[in-house]
């Protein structure tokens, strides 16, 4: 859901960037020459052609033209469709300072310049950029903007370890999902990430707090059964992450079930307490499940890391079992399904390789014993023949 929040954010962007002048026309300023220029470049789909005609139309119209600020808008938004993140800020800064005569133009620059600093790895930049968005009030067509820039700033302040910072920003979030829809489809993912940031700050009722809300205002959500379970450990002075037994983990699946099943984490949490418990069969049986996990068009909850540390743990019982080929039989999958980044985790190729040797190993010397006996029989068969043959000769002497 939060991905595609900000998918619909970008596509926003994009909307107001190759929309018709003619559709504002109420609020925009008399057409120019350079209105124009840059409205009918003539490049289509062509993003260097159209980078090259709005250079041109800048150059020949200049910095005073009442559509300047959009020119530069455009042209950043031509460079960071070309992947030219650092031309792209340049430019949406040349916007921001020339006067606003779109909109909310202002506030679409500052969030192309934040998704342009995110993609090129800059995060301080990024989450310095995600809170000038975040104090600004958009006149209603930049509605996605200000929610989303202030997820970024969360989200960034988190990476960057500033968890104080990021609790802030996380509470303000909540406390603004009352006002709008916008705000509101944030509050499962801020509610989340706030419980464990609580718990890191040893803050547990806060925390409880936190997933009673959640629990309330989602009880069939995928995550919710994964939260009651945080909720749980929380109340038993556990840190967030500390196993359950399997039969608490039950008995929560079962007060809290869902439209559309258990969550991949749940099953993993489930499959978890069955191994500590040394019920492999059922720990086998849901790891599987965890590993097999088909992703849903609504489900937060997938991760590719829990189901290559699920077949892990499969691996793992069939080791316990003395099953090699069940081993490999796993890591051949995940080597299959998943890229080198992600099944690196377990060092998929390089276990494959020991497994296969020694299953060659093995089947060599399984073949060595029935040769070895044959060769035997052989060579003690024709120590008999020969031996009968010189006794043979011996009697026809005599």
């Known amino acids: 859901m939060i991905r595609f929040f900000y998918i619909t954010v970008l596509l926003c962007c994009f909307c107001l960037t190759f929309s018709s002048v003619s559709s504002n026309a109420s609020k925009n300023p008399k057409k120019t020459d350079l209105c124009n220029a840059i409205t009918y470049t003539g490049t289509g789909n062509n993003t260097k052609a159209y980078i090259k005609a709005i250079e041109k139309a800048i150059k020949i119209y200049g910095d005073k033209d009442p559509w300047s600020c959009k020119a530069y808008y455009q042209l950043g938004m031509g460079y960071y469709a070309d992947n030219q993140y650092d031309k792209a800020i340049i430019a949406f800064d040349k916007s921001l300072e020339l006067p606003e005569t779109l909109g909310d133009l202002h506030l679409y620059a500052l969030n ?31 509605s996605l903007i200000v929610p989303n820039a202030m997820m970024v700033k969360a989200e960034l302040e988190f990476d960057l370890e500033s968890e104080n910072e990021a609790i802030k920003t996380y509470e303000e979030i909540i406390s603004k999902s009352k006002n709008t829809k916008e705000w509101n489809e944030l509050l499962p993912h801020a509610c989340r990430t706030l419980i464990v940031l609580y718990s890191n700050k040893k803050m547990p009722q806060k925390a409880i707090n936190i997933c009673n809300l959640f629990i309330k205002k989602f009880p069939k959500n995928e995550a919710t059964s994964y939260v009651a379970m945080q909720k749980e450990q929380l109340i038993k002075g556990k840190e967030i992450g500390c196993p359950l037994s399997s039969k608490e983990i039950e008995k929560i699946t079962k007060k809290y079930p869902t439209n559309t099943g258990l969550g991949q984490s749940v099953i993993y949490e489930l499959a978890n307490a069955y191994y500590n418990e040394n019920n492999n069969s059922n720990a086998k049986r849901n790891f599987t499940k965890v590993f097999k996990y088909k992703k849903k068009a609504t489900d937060e909850e997938y991760s590719t890391t829990l189901a290559v540390k699920a077949a892990e743990n499969i691996c793992e019982i069939y080791r316990l079992e003395n099953n090699t080929r069940g081993q490999i039989s796993i890591l051949k999958e995940v080597i299959e399904r998943f890229t080198p980044e992600e099944y690196s985790i377990i060092n998929a190729k390089g276990n494959l390789k020991v497994l296969e040797d020694n299953i060659r190993k093995d089947m060599l010397f399984k073949m060595v014993i029935p040769i070895s006996i044959f060769i035997f029989i052989i060579i003690l068969i024709i120590v008999i023949i020969v031996i009968k043959i010189k006794k043979r000769k011996c009697t026809r002497r005599d």
């Open 112 to 142: 192309m310049k934040m998704n342009s600093f995110r993609l090129l790895g800059k995060k301080e930049e990024a989450s310095k950029v995600a809170g000038e968005i975040a104090k600004t009030e958009d006149s209603g067509n930049g």
